[in-house]
Each structure stands twice: as structure tokens, then as C-alpha cells.
């Protein structure tokens, strides 16, 4: 994936990483740690957290725990890659650009997924995908990182 | 991530919450701060949500504050106040209400001169109600905004020694905040004239006192509040002067503080009289700092008091 987002950004200088809390924070710094590593260019990391801006809070049982989203740079002018861990109905993905868009005008947003499970509720396609993983409507799929879980590993529950 | 959550459709006051949950509700206004400091100081997490601002007793920055909260979350805002409402014409709260209720209202947020009128509204009403102060009884959002300055200053609540100056006796801040820094493991100590602070209060797990030097000498933080004169049927002292020789903060008495207590008042200050010009500008007082976490505050009040009340299927 890291070679894919350098090939696809001829002009690295504009580039940056937003991660979607909370496993795509973890993953967003270790795509920009191999992507600087290819580079020898440091980029700027973000976390954004889509609490407030998600479209269900009257559908949940109850309101969800909020928490900060942290862009400490200028979005405006960047290409952002956003990075999550599992690419399902595309809602999160929507309100995460809404998100963005609050905090200035980037060039252009890029979408980075581990694991992508189908079954979009919206139109909306990843640039770089890790793996394509299709699944049951019914089935869930749990991704593992080292930083939150303790081990790297992907569960797909039924 | 912790467990607790928000099951409650009012925020009545905070005699009915958990320490968890006040807890919940400052971490949560914690998050929502941040989006004052965007581009765009808005998000969309109430739209399409009426937020109704029924001020029966005047007040400028309580309303103002829940104003722009709602704002700041997209929802829409009706302002009706006393003295240009219904209510003139004889209309009774009851009924002002019912009306809300007809246009669909989906929170009222509710000042009343009288104690328990939001908790009245709550029983009658389908709508989250938010107490914006009743009587003398609480002003909640000022206490959690209190608590948010006073955790984000000293890194926490519990140990620390609270003194409260002034007015006890006809505040509501001052109720809301000692059962909100007693139930987070907060000292509390009460001081000012014996006709404002009475000994009874005792009984809410805090200490009383009338010596203004021991109050404020060992005190991490001091909360002084404003003398209440439209709320006294009598004058509970003899005049201004001297209320403000015995119990207000001067430079020698601040001087007496500790280096790095904190100086809290919820506004609006009267200079001069409970807290001296400069020490009002000092860098040791978060005044404005309570204001801009007032607003913070009451966004993560409204949004928790309205979500999850249909209780649909939860989503991932």
C-alpha cells in the first residue's frame, strides 16, 4: 500500500495522513512511517474522531463516546490519505471527509482500507486497499493492532 | 475505553448524577471544545433537532451560551423570554409547555425563578428538558463548566481543597458545585457572612466557616460568588463596604494564597465589591476560561440528552 500511495503522489510534499479513530490512528502512522521510509521525507499525522458528525445518533440506543479529533496542520492545500481499517457501508468514510471539509479545503482526499468488506450504503471506493474480503451482511469483521489489541490479526465473526 | 454511558433524556442537576457519569459528561465536553478552535465551528450532530431556550427568569450569558452551543451543533434555536412571551399575557408554564410540545420541540432548556420547574417540564414533557438554573436549587452546566476548568487546569478534582466565597445561602451555583466536587473527592469549603453561608450546609459533606484568612490560605482553588441582591428579601448585611472590607479578595488577602490557586467566579463580576479589579485580570484568574468552556460544556449536554432516545437497533 505504501509503495501504491508513493507512485500514486508524484508531488509528496503536499501529502499527509489522517487516521479514523480508533484503529485507523495506529495504521495511518505506520503507513506514513513506511511511505517516509521510501521517501526519507517526514509527513504530517492526523486523527479524526466522527462522533459528531455521524447521521445515527438518534438510531443508537445510546449517544456515543466522543472524543477530539487532532489535525495539528493546515489541511487546506494537501492530499490527505484517509486510513481505516474496515471499508463497510461507506458512512463513516462520509462523514469523515464532512469532517475534513470542516477543517479547510484539501487538494484532494485519497482512502487507504486494510480490509474491504463490501456491502457500500454509499458511493464510495478506496484508492488502496489491503485486502478484499467479502462477507455476509450478518458477519463481523474485527481487525487487531499491536498498539490497541496487543496482536496483529483480523477476525471475521458470525 | 470505559463502559459508562448516558442514559438520560433531562440533565435536571447534578444531585442525581454519578461521579461516572459526571465523569462521562466532562470528557465529552473535553472533545466538543475543539471544535471552537476549527475553521468551521460547526458540526452537524443535532440537525434538524429545536432546541427551545425558555428563559423565564432574565440571564445574557446563560442563554447566549446554550444559544451558540445548539448553533455550533446545527440544531435550531427559539429564544423566548418573559417578558415577551405568552406568559405576560397570563399563560401558565404548564400550558407555555404544552405549546412547545405541539411544534415538536426536542429540548427545552428551562431557567425558572422557581426551584423544581424543570423537573416539573421532565414529567410532563416527551422532550429532553436542561435546567438552566431554578430558584435557588441548581444551575448544573455552570458546576460541570466549573469542574472542566478546574480538571483542565489541575490535572484533577479529587484532594483538591475548594473554597466557595460569597453568597451560599441563595446560590444555585454554589449547591450544584458542592454536590459535584464532593461526589469527584474535592474538599469543600464554604465561607462569607454567617447570614449567607448557614451551618446547615454542612450536611452536604463540606466545611463551614466564617474566617476569610483560613478559607482561602490553604485553598487550591477559590470560587467566589457574586452577592445575589435580587434574590434577598432582606439585607443580609449591613452595606456594600463592608461586606466587600470583611469578605472580599483585595491584594493582601490574595497575596496570602497560594501561589498557584486558582481564581474562579461564574459571572457576572461585580469589581470592587467580591474581587478586586487587578486580581479579576490577573493570570491566575480562568474566568474567561469558564466561559469558553461553558459553551463547550452545554454542546455535550445537549448532545447527550439527545441521543439514543428511539432505541433502535444499535449500529456499529
Redesign the interface.
Known sequence: MAHEIVENNPDPGSLAFIGIHTHGVPMAKRLSAKVSAILKKEFPVGELDISMHRDDLDLREIPPKVGPSQIGFDVTGKSIVLVDDVLFTGRTIRAAMDEISDFGRPRQIQLAILIDRGHRELPIRPDYVGKSVPTALSERVRVGLVEIDGRDEVMIER | ??AV???HKDLLGIQDLSPEEIN?LL??A??????GE???K?????RGKTMVNLFIEPSTRTRTSFELAAKR?SADVINITASASSIAKGETLKDTALNLQALNADIIVIRHSAAGAPHFLARLLKAGIVNAGDGAHEHPTQALLDALTIREKKGRINGLKVTILGDILYSRVARSNIWLLTKLGANVTLAGPSTLVPRAFEQFGCRVTYDIEEAIHEADVINLLRIQHERQRQTMFPSIGEYTAMFGLNKERFARTKPDALIMHPGPINRGVEIDSEIADSSRSVILEQVTNGLAVRM?VL??C???????????
Open positions: 475505553m470505559s454511558t448516558w442514559n462521562f470528557d465529552t473535553a472533545a466538543f471544545k475543539q471544535v476549527r475553521t468551521i460547526k458540526v452537524p450532530s443535532l451543533l455535550a448532545f447527550l439527545s441521543g439514543g432516545r428511539f432505541s433502535a437497533e444499535g449500529t456499529e
